[in-house]
């Protein structure tokens, strides 16, 4: 009877948690760790209502050059931010001067939101056009990154939910 009361009660309190998966990113960044933080403000895996605003925190060794890429829970991806120069140090994006604010939308559900960062100032841009699965929002990443050194390169991603 202990047995089965003791199981009975953590069977129950198992089923309130939440597991959260971040998501992966098989992409060929660098290895150059450039990137030391990106996280919304209310930290990674936090959640957000559809209106609400959240800004990024970026933060890099180094000066260099960053575009922000958002993909939604249905695919669809999204350019943020595109080639900004950023000095070492923390970023806030938007940046005060970037007359935005990334006010979230539906979709509801997972929004990733990947920080593409360059030593040196890229000479194209990224277009993003379509739904994008995981395989797609990868290589897209990758072809961009190619021209440059892995030493002058990263990537970083994180997540949040819209509720």
């Known amino acids: 009877m202990h047995k089965a009361f003791l199981f009975g009660a953590l069977a129950l309190g ?32 936090s959640t957000y209502r559809v209106g609400e605003a959240v800004r990024f925190n970026l933060t890099t060794r180094t000066p260099g050059y960053v575009t922000l890429l958002a993909l939604q829970s ?29 006010n979230l939308a539906e979709p509801r559900g997972l929004q990733r939101v990947r920080a593409i960062f360059t030593r040196v100032r890229p000479t194209t841009s990224i277009a993003l056009s379509g739904i994008y699965d995981g395989n797609r929002w990868n290589a897209t990443t990758t072809a961009y990154l190619n021209p440059y050194s892995p030493a ?6 994180t997540y949040l939910y819209i509720r």
């Open 152 to 157: 002058d390169r990263d990537v970083q991603e």
């Open 74 to 102: 249905n695919g669809y991806a999204s350019v943020l931010a595109q080639n900004v120069y950023v000095g070492a140090g923390t970023t806030t994006f938007p940046r005060p001067g970037d007359n935005v604010v990334y």
């Open 14 to 45: 198992l089923s309130a948690c939440t597991v959260t998966v971040q998501p992966n990113l098989s992409i060929q960044g660098g290895d150059s760790n450039l990137i030391t933080t990106l996280r919304p403000d209310r930290g990674e895996g």
